[in-house]
């Protein structure tokens, strides 16, 4: 039996009877679990592994995130001249071709891959942040998060966490998607590759998301389709005490396939003049 299937048998029947964590090898195996989190070998959520798949989620992986908030003592850590108190201590280690902007966060537990630049933001445990991804001025990027390669996270940008059930779907973020200004994506969202979110918009689990850009509208939940050009709306419906707006999101078109992802951004912005 491999490494990690050594870990995975521990924490899931850690996570079955607490009782095991006064065992060291229990112990053991959750911190093992965390460590190699931080370090990128392993992860919350693994891609598609072929044509037609989903993405899956390794809950084993996010029980051993919540075993280690309960074996975890508060403790006081220092980042240069920031002090915290804390059951997680801030990630260290972080690689030379990774910028990290003062006072920008990023907690054990996390993974940053090359090229990822932070400006003064947050990045919670469990969460992965793509090569050549940026996350902008006071975003976050909530526990657990699957971010992809050469995305921008605008400013105040908010992904949210999930943690619990550890059954439940993490917020997945895929190549190439653009994330404007104070857009919030929660709740196991699916953004599919080289979307654009335009600014404001809210993508909860419940959220209506509407392709208008075809002759007759279609209705989606819980996705967005890769390229989609994304604004929020507001559609009416009918209340016991009269009809009213209710947000929602519409899909107003696609990223021109024929070009490259940074030409083809900034035609989307400009052709469908998404606010950002």
């Not at 990290?100 to 966060?105: H, I, T, Y």
């Not at 001025?137 to 657990?144: H, L, M, P, Q, R």
């Not at 059930?165 to 994506?185: T, Y």
């Not at 969202?189 to 979110?197: K, L, P």
């Amino acid at each position: 039996m491999d490494l990690e299937h050594i870990l995975r048998a521990r924490i899931e029947a850690a996570f079955a009877d607490r009782a095991l964590l006064a065992d060291m090898d229990h112990h053991s195996a959750v911190e093992g679990t965390l460590a190699a989190l931080d370090r990128g070998e392993l992860r919350v959520a693994s891609p598609p592994a072929g044509e037609g798949a989903d993405w899956t989620t390794n809950e084993w992986v996010k029980q051993a995130i919540l075993l280690y908030f309960a074996i975890s003592k508060m403790a006081r850590t220092n980042a240069g001249p920031f002090e915290y108190n804390d059951k997680i201590p801030v990630k260290k280690e972080i690689p030379s071709d990774v910028r990290v902007v003062p006072p920008a966060v990023a907690r054990f537990g996390a993974f940053l891959e090359s090229g990822v630049i932070l400006m003064p933001s947050y990045v919670n445990i469990g969460a992965r942040v793509g090569s050549g991804t940026m996350v902008d001025t006071w975003a976050t990027v909530g526990s657990c998060a699957q971010i992809g390669s050469d995305c921008h996270l605008a400013g105040g940008v908010g992904i949210g966490g999930v943690l619990e059930p550890p059954s439940a779907r993490p917020v997945i973020i895929e190549d190439g998607v653009f994330v404007g200004s104070r857009a919030v994506v929660v709740e196991g969202m699916h953004v599919g590759r080289e979307a654009v979110i335009g600014a404001g918009v809210v993508l909860t689990a419940s959220t209506t998301i509407i392709d208008v850009s075809g002759a007759q509208p279609v209705e989606h939940k819980g996705r967005i389709p890769p390229r989609s050009v994304v604004i929020p709306g507001v559609r009416t419906k009918k209340f016991p005490a009269g009809e009213y707006g209710v947000s929602c999101a519409l899909i107003i078109g696609q990223r021109t396939a024929s070009t490259d992802r940074k030409v083809s951004l900034n035609a989307a912005l400009r052709d469908f003049a998404v606010p950002v």
